[in-house]
T-cell receptor
Framework: QKEVEQNSGPLSVPEGAIASLNCTYS??????FFWYRQYSGKSPELIMF????GDKEDGRFTAQLNKASQYVSLLIRDSQPSDSATYLC?????????????FGRGTQLTVWP | NAGVTQTPKFRILKIGQSMTLQCTQD?????MYWYRQDPGMGLKLIYYSVGAGITDKGEVPNGYNVSRSTTEDFPLRLELAAPSQTSVYFC??????????FGPGTRLTVL
Protein backbone atom coordinates (compact mmCIF):
# COMPACT_ATOMS: atom_id res chain seq x y z
CA GLN A 1 0.00 0.00 0.00
CA LYS A 2 1.38 3.35 -1.01
CA GLU A 3 1.94 5.94 1.69
CA VAL A 4 0.04 8.71 -0.06
CA GLU A 5 -2.39 8.14 -2.91
CA GLN A 6 -3.95 10.60 -5.27
CA ASN A 7 -6.13 10.24 -8.35
CA SER A 8 -3.64 10.84 -11.13
CA GLY A 9 -6.30 12.42 -13.32
CA PRO A 10 -6.19 14.27 -15.49
CA LEU A 11 -9.02 16.32 -14.01
CA SER A 12 -10.60 18.76 -16.41
CA VAL A 13 -13.06 21.49 -15.32
CA PRO A 14 -14.47 24.58 -17.02
CA GLU A 15 -13.49 28.05 -15.92
CA GLY A 16 -15.50 29.17 -12.91
CA ALA A 17 -16.25 25.65 -11.68
CA ILE A 18 -15.11 24.00 -8.44
CA ALA A 19 -12.17 21.63 -8.79
CA SER A 20 -11.96 18.90 -6.15
CA LEU A 21 -8.67 17.12 -5.55
CA ASN A 22 -8.44 14.13 -3.24
CA CYS A 23 -5.70 12.40 -1.29
CA THR A 24 -5.64 9.41 1.05
CA TYR A 25 -2.82 8.34 3.32
CA SER A 26 -2.00 5.05 4.99
CA UNK A 27 -0.34 6.02 8.27
CA UNK A 28 -2.79 6.95 11.02
CA UNK A 29 0.07 8.69 12.80
CA UNK A 30 0.30 11.33 10.10
CA UNK A 31 -0.03 14.77 11.57
CA UNK A 32 0.62 17.46 8.96
CA PHE A 33 -0.78 17.73 5.45
CA PHE A 34 0.33 19.92 2.60
CA TRP A 35 -0.84 20.79 -0.87
CA TYR A 36 1.78 21.88 -3.39
CA ARG A 37 1.13 23.21 -6.87
CA GLN A 38 3.61 22.42 -9.64
CA TYR A 39 3.42 24.06 -13.03
CA SER A 40 4.90 22.12 -15.92
CA GLY A 41 8.68 22.31 -15.86
CA LYS A 42 8.72 24.23 -12.58
CA SER A 43 9.36 23.42 -8.95
CA PRO A 44 6.59 22.75 -6.39
CA GLU A 45 5.22 25.66 -4.37
CA LEU A 46 3.16 25.39 -1.21
CA ILE A 47 -0.42 26.60 -1.46
CA MET A 48 -2.07 25.17 1.65
CA PHE A 49 -1.29 23.24 4.81
CA UNK A 50 -3.64 21.80 7.42
CA UNK A 51 -3.05 20.13 10.78
CA UNK A 52 -6.51 19.81 12.37
CA UNK A 53 -9.69 18.06 11.35
CA GLY A 54 -12.11 20.25 9.44
CA ASP A 55 -11.80 22.93 6.82
CA LYS A 56 -9.22 25.62 6.27
CA GLU A 57 -9.89 28.37 3.78
CA ASP A 58 -7.46 30.69 2.01
CA GLY A 59 -8.97 32.78 -0.74
CA ARG A 60 -10.31 30.46 -3.44
CA PHE A 61 -8.66 27.43 -1.85
CA THR A 62 -10.12 25.21 0.89
CA ALA A 63 -8.29 22.28 2.43
CA GLN A 64 -10.37 19.63 4.19
CA LEU A 65 -8.99 17.04 6.59
CA ASN A 66 -10.69 13.95 8.01
CA LYS A 67 -8.21 11.99 10.10
CA ALA A 68 -10.70 9.23 10.93
CA SER A 69 -11.11 8.50 7.22
CA GLN A 70 -7.41 9.28 6.49
CA TYR A 71 -8.49 11.67 3.81
CA VAL A 72 -7.46 15.16 2.81
CA SER A 73 -8.84 17.20 -0.04
CA LEU A 74 -8.32 20.50 -1.80
CA LEU A 75 -11.17 22.50 -3.29
CA ILE A 76 -10.50 25.28 -5.75
CA ARG A 77 -13.47 27.59 -6.21
CA ASP A 78 -13.98 29.77 -9.29
CA SER A 79 -11.27 27.82 -11.11
CA GLN A 80 -9.13 29.83 -13.51
CA PRO A 81 -7.01 28.68 -16.47
CA SER A 82 -4.00 29.81 -14.42
CA ASP A 83 -4.86 27.05 -11.90
CA SER A 84 -3.95 24.45 -14.54
CA ALA A 85 -1.07 22.54 -12.93
CA THR A 86 -0.24 19.35 -11.09
CA TYR A 87 -1.27 19.33 -7.43
CA LEU A 88 0.86 17.29 -5.05
CA CYS A 89 -0.40 16.05 -1.70
CA UNK A 90 2.29 15.62 0.96
CA UNK A 91 2.09 14.14 4.44
CA UNK A 92 4.33 14.38 7.47
CA UNK A 93 4.23 11.44 9.88
CA UNK A 94 4.30 11.60 13.64
CA UNK A 95 7.46 10.08 15.06
CA UNK A 96 9.44 10.48 11.86
CA UNK A 97 12.23 12.98 11.66
CA UNK A 98 10.80 16.44 11.66
CA UNK A 99 10.32 17.87 8.20
CA UNK A 100 10.24 14.62 6.22
CA UNK A 101 7.42 14.67 3.72
CA UNK A 102 5.87 11.82 1.77
CA PHE A 103 4.43 12.87 -1.57
CA GLY A 104 1.66 11.45 -3.71
CA ARG A 105 2.08 11.19 -7.47
CA GLY A 106 0.05 14.31 -8.05
CA THR A 107 -3.21 15.12 -9.84
CA GLN A 108 -3.03 17.01 -13.11
CA LEU A 109 -5.70 19.71 -13.31
CA THR A 110 -6.74 21.46 -16.51
CA VAL A 111 -9.11 24.44 -16.38
CA TRP A 112 -10.47 25.25 -19.81
CA PRO A 113 -11.87 28.66 -20.73
CA ASN B 1 17.03 36.81 -1.00
CA ALA B 2 17.69 34.38 -3.82
CA GLY B 3 16.00 31.55 -1.88
CA VAL B 4 17.19 28.10 -2.97
CA THR B 5 19.50 27.99 -5.97
CA GLN B 6 20.64 24.93 -7.87
CA THR B 7 23.31 24.39 -10.50
CA PRO B 8 23.47 23.22 -13.18
CA LYS B 9 19.98 23.54 -14.69
CA PHE B 10 20.60 20.78 -17.21
CA ARG B 11 23.23 18.09 -17.58
CA ILE B 12 23.83 15.07 -19.79
CA LEU B 13 26.12 12.38 -18.38
CA LYS B 14 27.52 9.23 -19.85
CA ILE B 15 27.09 5.97 -17.95
CA GLY B 16 29.77 5.67 -15.29
CA GLN B 17 30.58 9.37 -15.08
CA SER B 18 30.37 11.30 -11.84
CA MET B 19 29.05 14.74 -10.99
CA THR B 20 27.97 16.96 -8.16
CA LEU B 21 24.67 18.82 -8.08
CA GLN B 22 25.02 22.04 -6.16
CA CYS B 23 22.39 23.52 -3.83
CA THR B 24 22.62 26.73 -1.83
CA GLN B 25 20.06 28.53 0.31
CA ASP B 26 20.29 32.00 1.81
CA UNK B 27 17.33 31.81 4.20
CA UNK B 28 19.35 30.43 7.14
CA UNK B 29 17.23 27.29 7.11
CA UNK B 30 18.52 24.43 9.22
CA UNK B 31 16.85 21.60 7.27
CA MET B 32 17.76 20.76 3.68
CA TYR B 33 16.57 17.99 1.36
CA TRP B 34 17.25 16.37 -1.98
CA TYR B 35 14.39 14.88 -3.97
CA ARG B 36 14.13 13.26 -7.35
CA GLN B 37 11.04 13.38 -9.52
CA ASP B 38 10.54 10.92 -12.35
CA PRO B 39 8.00 11.69 -15.11
CA GLY B 40 4.41 11.46 -13.84
CA MET B 41 5.55 10.64 -10.36
CA GLY B 42 5.70 12.45 -7.07
CA LEU B 43 8.83 13.45 -5.25
CA LYS B 44 11.04 10.83 -3.65
CA LEU B 45 13.40 11.85 -0.85
CA ILE B 46 17.03 10.93 -1.51
CA TYR B 47 18.86 12.46 1.46
CA TYR B 48 18.17 15.13 4.02
CA SER B 49 20.05 17.12 6.62
CA VAL B 50 18.87 18.71 9.86
CA GLY B 51 21.98 20.82 10.26
CA ALA B 52 25.63 21.23 9.32
CA GLY B 53 27.47 17.95 9.75
CA ILE B 54 24.28 15.88 10.04
CA THR B 55 22.83 13.91 7.13
CA ASP B 56 20.56 10.92 6.79
CA LYS B 57 19.14 8.68 4.09
CA GLY B 58 15.71 9.12 2.63
CA GLU B 59 13.64 6.68 0.59
CA VAL B 60 15.97 6.28 -2.43
CA PRO B 61 19.60 6.93 -1.37
CA ASN B 62 21.37 4.25 -3.41
CA GLY B 63 23.85 5.69 -5.90
CA TYR B 64 24.08 9.07 -4.17
CA ASN B 65 26.10 10.75 -1.46
CA VAL B 66 25.77 14.06 0.34
CA SER B 67 27.67 16.28 2.70
CA ARG B 68 26.68 19.34 4.73
CA SER B 69 29.68 21.33 5.85
CA THR B 70 27.85 24.66 6.08
CA THR B 71 24.29 25.78 6.79
CA GLU B 72 23.96 27.19 3.28
CA ASP B 73 25.23 24.37 1.06
CA PHE B 74 24.03 20.81 0.51
CA PRO B 75 25.68 19.21 -2.55
CA LEU B 76 24.52 15.87 -3.97
CA ARG B 77 27.13 13.56 -5.47
CA LEU B 78 26.50 10.91 -8.12
CA GLU B 79 29.52 8.61 -8.27
CA LEU B 80 28.78 6.18 -11.13
CA ALA B 81 25.91 7.50 -13.18
CA ALA B 82 23.35 4.98 -14.40
CA PRO B 83 20.36 5.45 -16.77
CA SER B 84 18.04 4.86 -13.79
CA GLN B 85 19.29 8.16 -12.37
CA THR B 86 17.79 10.10 -15.26
CA SER B 87 15.39 12.41 -13.45
CA VAL B 88 14.70 15.93 -12.27
CA TYR B 89 16.42 16.70 -8.99
CA PHE B 90 15.03 19.25 -6.56
CA CYS B 91 16.75 20.67 -3.54
CA UNK B 92 14.59 22.14 -0.77
CA UNK B 93 15.07 23.81 2.57
CA UNK B 94 12.95 24.59 5.60
CA UNK B 95 13.15 25.98 9.09
CA UNK B 96 12.36 22.92 11.14
CA UNK B 97 9.16 21.20 10.01
CA UNK B 98 7.69 24.31 8.49
CA UNK B 99 7.11 25.00 4.79
CA UNK B 100 9.72 23.56 2.45
CA UNK B 101 11.01 25.92 -0.24
CA PHE B 102 12.18 24.32 -3.45
CA GLY B 103 14.93 25.24 -5.86
CA PRO B 104 14.31 25.39 -9.65
CA GLY B 105 15.58 21.85 -10.24
CA THR B 106 18.33 20.15 -12.24
CA ARG B 107 17.35 18.03 -15.23
CA LEU B 108 19.77 15.14 -15.53
CA THR B 109 19.95 12.67 -18.39
CA VAL B 110 22.25 9.65 -18.25
CA LEU B 111 22.98 8.02 -21.61
Amino acid sequence: QKEVEQNSGPLSVPEGAIASLNCTYSDRGSQSFFWYRQYSGKSPELIMFIYSNGDKEDGRFTAQLNKASQYVSLLIRDSQPSDSATYLCAVSRRGSTLGRLYFGRGTQLTVWP
Amino acid sequence: NAGVTQTPKFRILKIGQSMTLQCTQDMNHNYMYWYRQDPGMGLKLIYYSVGAGITDKGEVPNGYNVSRSTTEDFPLRLELAAPSQTSVYFCASSYGDNEQFFGPGTRLTVL
